[in-house]
């Protein structure tokens, strides 16, 4: 039995839904605020870096433990130094400016470090001065980075075409805009 059909009109029925669902696709990934994301997960990082490593070094360069003793004291805070960590890496990248973001951070790791330090090494003075000394540096470093580094771009409200800080302002996305 032999069928006769466009070539075209069978292309358009297959092609045309493809494109549309791509092109929504395209357009939920385009709202995305991947600078906020980034800061968030860095930031965890940060936190885990935190438990794992700064507050072990610093102990034992003060000579107060060594660095095995005190990953073994810290290794149940890692979880949630990585979720304070990432809501202040996240308010931080609100804030977009990398004295506030210093500030932010220094406070986070600042609160973490003690709170950590106290609860899983000990409270005596040298022990809390040495932990949240280094988590109060360690914070406000990387505060300055992320507030300065994955700060938004500033936005025109004049202009609708202004970048707004998500990946679909980029231009190679302009053709997902114009079709809709």
């Known amino acids: 039995m032999n069928v006769s059909a466009s070539t075209v009109e069978s292309n358009n029925m297959?092609?045309?839904?493809?494109?549309?669902?791509?092109?929504?696709?395209?357009?939920?990934i385009m709202s995305i605020r991947l600078r906020a994301i980034g800061a968030a997960l860095l930031s965890s990082f940060a936190g885990l870096s935190l438990t794992t490593t700064i507050i072990p070094t610093a102990m034992e360069s003060m000579g107060v433990m060594d660095t095995f003793s005190a990953r073994w004291d810290l290794g149940g805070f890692a979880v949630y130094s990585m979720m304070a960590w990432a809501v202040g890496g996240w308010a931080v990248q609100r804030s977009g400016d990398k004295r506030l973001?210093?500030?932010?951070?220094?406070?986070?790791?600042?609160?973490?470090?003690?709170?950590?330090?106290?609860?899983?090494?000990?409270?005596?003075?040298?022990?809390?001065?040495t932990g949240g000394g280094a988590a109060l540096l360690y914070g406000a470093v990387g505060g300055m980075i992320i507030g300065d580094a994955l700060r938004s771009p500033d936005v025109d409200d004049s202009d609708p075409a202004a970048p707004r800080g998500r990946i679909g302002d980029l231009g190679i996305f302009s053709y997902f805009k114009n079709n809709k």
């Not at 045309?16 to 395209?26: G, L, M, Q, T």
């Not at 790791?109 to 809390?128: N, Q």
């Open 101 to 129: 973001g210093a500030i932010i951070l220094g406070f986070v790791g600042l609160v973490t470090g003690l709170l950590f330090t106290g609860v899983g090494i000990g409270t005596e003075m040298s022990l809390l001065l």
């Open 14 to 28: 297959i092609v045309k839904p493809i494109r549309r669902f791509n092109a929504s696709i395209v357009r939920a």
